[in-house]
């Protein structure tokens, strides 16, 4: 689905009629009421209802100045609505595999610790003269034991900033479905954070200011993350 750019546009400062030349806004058929148009003046307002080929309605008065022949776009809010839907299928395979990567986990525990009570028990038979080269074994065995740990906990952090960051990345798709801000010319963000949110460590994020955090809304830097505000 793509934005509809066809013929020319003319509209009216104070007023929410819009007039088409060489459109057909209902012929596409992917027009629909609650659709965003992007106006000749960089805003974006919803339409109230598509009357014709060559007219449709806003919602709200056109604050730009009176313009004819004027290009345009308009944005189906289902769009969005894809969009959002993509990013909950990206979020149940992220937990798919969390729990793939934990049960290969609970397989290494308890290969580990079998491995352990079996050389435990055959220290425990072996003559004194066995003694020091079991415990060179063992000592060995415990290298090897904290390396295959430590690499499972770092695995386990990994899996963790990745699960951060996705759900970092649903709570703005969110924020954008709710209040969409699409701009081909200008990147924009909303001034108002209506959604918690959560900046995943050693991740960098920015906005353009101000922002306003919405009532009961939390935002969350975690360690190694940054957040800047250009004003």
């Given amino acids: 689905?793509?934005?509809?750019?066809?013929?020319?546009?003319?509209?009216?400062?104070?007023?929410?009629?819009?007039?088409?030349?060489?459109?057909?806004?209902?012929?596409?058929?992917?027009i629909n009421a609650g659709d965003i148009?992007?106006?000749?003046?960089?805003?974006?307002?919803?339409?109230?209802?598509?009357?014709?080929d060559l007219s449709v309605t806003l919602a709200s008065a056109y604050q730009g100045s009176t313009a004819s022949g004027a290009a345009y776009a308009i944005i189906p809010i289902a769009m969005l609505s894809s969009i959002a839907s993509q990013v909950g299928a990206l979020t149940t395979a992220t937990n798919s595999l969390l729990t793939s990567v934990n049960l290969r986990k609970s397989d290494l525990d308890a290969y580990i610790t079998s491995a352990l009570a079996a050389q435990s028990a055959a220290t425990s038979q072996v003559a004194l003269a066995a003694t020091q080269a079991t415990l060179a074994t063992s000592n060995g065995a415990t290298q090897v034991a904290l390396a295959a740990t430590q690499a499972a906990n770092a695995l386990t952090a990994r899996i963790a900033s990745e699960a951060a960051r996705d759900a970092s990345t649903a709570s703005w798709t969110a924020a954008l479905a709710a209040q969409p801000l699409i701009n081909p010319q200008v990147l924009m963000?909303?001034?108002?954070?209506?959604?918690?949110?959560?900046?995943?460590?050693?991740?960098n994020a920015s906005s353009v200011g101000p922002i306003t955090i919405g009532e009961?809304?939390?935002?969350?830097?975690?360690?190694?993350?940054?957040?800047?505000?250009l004003l």
């Avoid at 009961?216 to 800047?228: K, R």
């Fill in 189 to 203: 963000n909303p001034s108002t954070i209506l959604v918690d949110l959560a900046i995943p460590s050693f991740y």
């Fill in 1 to 30: 689905m793509t934005w509809y750019t066809a013929g020319s546009i003319s509209l009216t400062n104070g007023a929410t009629a819009i007039t088409g030349v060489g459109t057909g806004f209902q012929t596409v058929g992917t």
């Fill in 37 to 52: 148009l992007y106006a000749p003046d960089g805003k974006l307002y919803q339409i109230a209802s598509v009357n014709s």
């Fill in 216 to 229: 009961g809304v939390n935002v969350t830097i975690n360690d190694s993350a940054n957040w800047s505000i």
